[in-house]
């Protein structure tokens, strides 16, 4: 048996799939010539010693343990160069030694025939239903029940297969036909490929740990698993009954109760230890038989005790080798089942680790809203104390609204998780005793999946600094927005803004100038406080532009004076602005990009001002142009974010909802109101700006 690892033998080792066998060459290296020579040898060693124990005046042996070397020979040799090469030296071997111990050349021909078709058959078996055993090439020992069956049914149905061939060879060499014959074979050459296999899978297992340099120790330990009492009695002990039980004992009967002594051994001792066993008691049970002694002596035909006697240390293998893999089995799983236990609580107390070190709060509840997790920071947040124990939802009875009202239960947001409902940065307030100012704690909650036994999780963390900040900065951002509406004959104007956090990227404008007044409605991309800044200093380059009248060359000079900020920030200003005429109502305007402009008549139909350039910051350079159109009396110009279109459906055919909105509709304030009733500014995603203007009818 060779011993290149092909996979692995400790006992965590996978049973699944093996690994992809190598590329076969074209030619056969030393190594693998030394191996065919090698088995060519023990295949003549075991050939000469199954040829000893020939049946008087036939041509047929009573013990064959060729027929179990000639598989190894496969199996050690699978996947190798030139696969031709192990049938013909197998053949050949075999024929050479019976035509060499005085059988007829037919005789040993089909001898050898036989004897390679059973190995084929065998090998075949094998490499189609224990791929691991295959792939393994001898290095390993059969290590799933399933395998071992396979194992077994491989060694029948070959010595079935090649029976008729025996009894031609019989019959060739000049004796009759016999059943007898058929049954020897069977039985011999079956149990010695159990037996002799699974003795050589052991060996090669323990090559290829020895080439490993394992201490002798190890390897002691590695044939008894620490168990040297358990071992001495199955391979001393045992084989010692035998011998006593055989030369005392003829009767067949009670042949059956050794039994027992390898049940004992395959459900104490690991497989490689019971293989050895069931090895001596088999060698010890046929040699005795051999000799005439033993309870299989009873039978009137040596033929038929050297077989029975064969069947018996088969089935002895089998019961054996069946428990002791099985054992095994449980072994390497319950190894498994501990080792994954000891990284599920590795992994377990790291997780609380960081779930403990975590600078948010965690809140986990089951199904049933009960506790199960809570971190310190989540009792430090929530009750003023750093505990992990939560006591119901007593923990949550200092929550309110940002309003100061009370939260109901069916709002609190881990209850809005349990009912499939995603939370996302709910702020409220937690008022924990002694305390002198309440705190504001921004909620996260998603539902756990059922498969995990449902609940919820809840993330916590403490916004109080920031929303405090952001409450300030919305305060300078409202006070840079027009504080009072102007008053200008002839035109009605109101303007409303919801930003989507504490400030936004959104601002709007109007200046009185002679003859009318200025609109602009800008929208920086993006949104916080990073927007805000940059609508601040549009703002402010606006309003240091000095010619008011020319909307146009306002907007080019505002795009140069920017042109450096926009670039280093990566973003980009859409704007509308416009000059009305109070007088005459005549709009000139100039849309960079904006494109959401509408002048609705007092029925509701709506025209679209369109953009008339691309938004500032996009291509800084050519000059602005500056569009005309005109607002009858009783119309609405009606300005607005993207953050509107994309609240109504997000393509321009939802435009035509603000026309429908504002009709109907005697001031600038009820026009303004009418467009943001149309989405939800409670929870906006993007900033929601509307600049309404009607002329006086």
């Given at each position: ?54 049946v008087p005046d036939a041509e047929v042996s009573l013990v064959w343990p060729a027929a179990g070397v000639s598989v190894l020979w496969l199996v050690a ?415 009605d104007l109101a303007a409303r803004f919801v930003p989507a956090g504490s400030v936004g990227g959104d601002f709007y404008d109007w200046q009185a100038v ?184």
């Open positions: 048996m060779t011993t290149e690892p092909q996979v692995g033998e400790g006992a965590g080792a996978p049973d699944a799939a093996p690994p992809p066998l190598p590329r076969i060459r074209r030619r056969p290296s030393a190594g693998d010539l030394r191996l065919v020579l090698l088995f060519t040898l023990l295949t003549v060693a075991a050939s000469l010693l199954g040829r000893a124990t020939r040799r699978a996947r190798r160069p030139w696969p031709w090469l192990d049938p013909l030296a197998l053949a050949l071997s075999t024929g050479v030694v019976v035509g060499a111990t005085g059988a007829s050349l037919a005789t040993a021909v089909i001898g050898a025939l036989a004897a390679t078709v059973q190995a084929v058959v065998c090998a075949w078996v094998l490499a189609r239903r224990a791929p691991s055993v295959w792939a393994a090439r001898g290095t390993q020992q059969l290590r799933r029940v399933p395998e071992l069956w396979w194992f077994v049914l491989g060694a029948a149905l070959s010595s079935a297969v090649s029976a008729p061939l025996v009894e031609l060879a019989v019959v060739v060499g000049g004796e009759p036909w016999t059943w007898r014959t058929a049954l020897l074979w069977c039985a011999r050459n079956t149990v010695a490929i159990i037996g002799i296999g699974t003795l050589g899978f052991t060996l090669g297992a323990w090559l290829h740990r020895r080439a490993a340099r394992h201490t002798a120790q190890e390897r002691v330990e590695w044939w008894t698993e620490g168990k040297g009492a358990d071992y001495l009695a199955a391979l001393l002990l045992a084989p010692l009954l035998y011998v006593v039980w055989f030369v005392q004992v003829d009767w067949l009967a009670v042949v059956f109760p050794l039994i027992g002594l390898t049940v004992w051994a395959g459900s104490r001792l690991p497989t490689r230890s019971v293989v050895l066993h069931t090895t001596v008691c088999g060698v010890v049970a046929i040699q005795l038989t051999l000799a005439g002694s033993g309870p299989f002596s009873e039978l009137p035909d040596p033929t038929a005790q050297v077989a029975i006697a064969q069947l018996y240390v088969g089935l002895v293998t089998v019961i054996g080798l069946a428990l002791a893999i099985a054992r095994d089995e449980r072994v390497r799983l319950v190894a498994d089942l501990q080792t994954a236990r000891d990284r599920a609580q590795e992994q377990a107390t790291l997780l609380a680790t960081v779930v403990d070190t975590m600078s948010e709060g965690v809140r986990v509840v089951d199904a049933t809203g009960r506790v199960v997790v809570r971190n310190p920071t989540a009792g430090l947040l929530l009750t003023g104390r750093p505990t992990s124990q939560a006591d119901g939802d007593s923990d949550l009875a200092h929550l309110a609204r940002l309003d100061g009202s009370p939260v109901p239960d069916a709002e609190l947001p881990f209850r809005r998780a349990l009912a499939g409902e995603q939370v996302r940065d709910a702020d409220l307030l937690v008022r924990v005793p002694g305390a002198t100012e309440p705190r504001i704690v921004t909620f996260s909650a998603s539902p756990l999946p059922a498969g995990a036994g449902g609940g919820a999780v809840t993330v916590l963390r403490d916004v109080t600094v920031e929303r405090t900040e952001l409450r300030r900065a919305a305060q300078v951002q409202a006070s840079l927005l027009p504080s009072r509406v102007l008053d200008v004959p002839g035109l002679t003859d009318g007044l200025v609109v602009t409605l800008a929208d920086v991309m993006g949104k916080g406080p990073a927007a805000a800044i940059l609508a601040a200093t549009t703002r402010s380059v606006l309003h240091a532009q000095p010619a008011l009248h020319d909307v146009a060359g306002t907007l080019v000079a505002t795009e140069r004076a920017m042109t450096a900020d926009l670039a280093n920030a990566g973003a980009f200003v859409t704007m509308f602005r416009a000059f009305v005429d109070a007088a005459d109502g005549q709009v000139s305007y100039t849309d960079a990009g904006h494109g959401l402009s509408l002048i609705v008549g007092e029925d509701g139909t709506a025209r679209r001002l369109s953009a008339t350039g691309l938004p500032l910051g996009i291509a800084p350079g050519p000059d602005r142009v500056t569009a005309r159109a005109r607002l009858a009396p009783g119309e609405l110009l009606v300005t607005f974010s993207d953050g509107v279109l994309d609240a109504l459906g997000g393509s321009l055919g939802d435009l035509d909802q603000v026309g429908h909105a504002v009709r109907g509709t005697r001031t600038a304030e009820q026009a303004a109101d009418a467009v943001l009733s149309l989405v939800d500014p409670r929870h906006p995603a993007d900033d929601l700006t509307v600049v309404a203007l009607r002329r006086a009818a």
